[in-house]
């Protein structure tokens, strides 16, 4: 006779042994609660008609504003109201009083005015200074750093005007001083519009021509 020849497969594991598994009382446990688990979850969906869209949408994060930021949009000054302006700077140290004597003014202020995406944002700004020719669009840096901001600003090439608000007063009687956000006032420092936060420039420019169309109408009665 032949040996029998023997291939040994180490490894190959040895197949699962369920009965040795359910004699530890600790595996039985876990796995009676996996499966009370797993029917819970069913009958709560079949129940209440939950889909899979939903059911994530309770581990999404919330997309409105968060609360300090609720409380803080309660401290803005009011559509109608007039603000008394302190004075503002250039780059070169002149003083810059605003608003405008005539048409409207607006103001833009920049928390950050050296950040990454201040760039793309003062594109767009000037964009649409050029689509309202009848609004003088400053930008506004809460600082009195006049050199820094001059460097910045001639490095870049920007043709907005921007003003320095030395200890952010200005900011701070407008509620500009947690983000960027912008002003439109007319000659008489009365307030006009206010941003809303993530509004892209397609809706600021549909906001100022709903606005302007209005002042435009009330001054041809």
Same mark, same amino acid.
């Given at each position: 006779m032949s040996a029998r020849r023997v291939i040994l497969h180490p490894e190959r594991r040895a197949p699962l042994n369920w009965r040795a598994l359910f004699r530890n009382a600790e595996n039985r446990d876990m796995v009676a609660v996996a499966f009370l688990s797993f029917f819970l979850g069913f009958w709560v969906v079949y129940r209440y008609n939950w889909g899979v869209v939903r059911m994530m949408s309770l581990f999404r994060r919330p997309s409105n504003d968060p609360t300090w930021l609720l409380q803080a949009y309660k401290n803005d000054p009011k559509v109608g109201d007039v603000v008394k302006l302190p004075t503002f700077f250039d780059v070169d140290g002149k003083v810059v009083n605003l608003p405008e004597r005539k048409g409207f003014t607006g103001l833009v202020f920049m928390t950050d005015y050296t950040s990454c995406g201040t760039s793309a944002t003062i594109r767009d700004l000037e964009t649409v200074a050029q689509r309202f020719p009848q609004m003088k669009l400053y930008? /506004?840096?809460?600082?009195?750093?006049?050199?820094? /901001?001059?460097?910045?600003?001639?490095i870049r090439g920007f043709r907005l005007p921007i003003v320095l608000d030395p200890d952010a007063q200005a900011a701070k009687r407008l509620n500009a001083i947690f983000q960027a956000r912008g002003y439109l006032l007319d000659s008489s420092s009365k307030l006009l519009y206010i941003t809303r936060q993530r509004q892209s420039r397609e809706e600021v420019e549909q906001d100022l021509s709903r606005i302007f169309q209005q002042y435009k109408e009330v001054a041809q009665r």
């Amino acid at each position: 006779m032949s040996a029998r020849r023997v291939i040994l497969h180490p490894e190959r594991r040895a197949p699962l042994n369920w009965r040795a598994l359910f004699r530890n009382a600790e595996n039985r446990d876990m796995v009676a609660v996996a499966f009370l688990s797993f029917f819970l979850g069913f009958w709560v969906v079949y129940r209440y008609n939950w889909g899979v869209v939903r059911m994530m949408s309770l581990f999404r994060r919330p997309s409105n504003d968060p609360t300090w930021l609720l409380q803080a949009y309660k401290n803005d000054p009011k559509v109608g109201d007039v603000v008394k302006l302190p004075t503002f700077f250039d780059v070169d140290g002149k003083v810059v009083n605003l608003p405008e004597r005539k048409g409207f003014t607006g103001l833009v202020f920049m928390t950050d005015y050296t950040s990454c995406g201040t760039s793309a944002t003062i594109r767009d700004l000037e964009t649409v200074a050029q689509r309202f020719p009848q609004m003088k669009l400053y930008l /506004v840096a809460p600082t009195s750093n006049m050199e820094q /901001v001059r460097s910045f600003w001639r490095i870049r090439g920007f043709r907005l005007p921007i003003v320095l608000d030395p200890d952010a007063q200005a900011a701070k009687r407008l509620n500009a001083i947690f983000q960027a956000r912008g002003y439109l006032l007319d000659s008489s420092s009365k307030l006009l519009y206010i941003t809303r936060q993530r509004q892209s420039r397609e809706e600021v420019e549909q906001d100022l021509s709903r606005i302007f169309q209005q002042y435009k109408e009330v001054a041809q009665r």
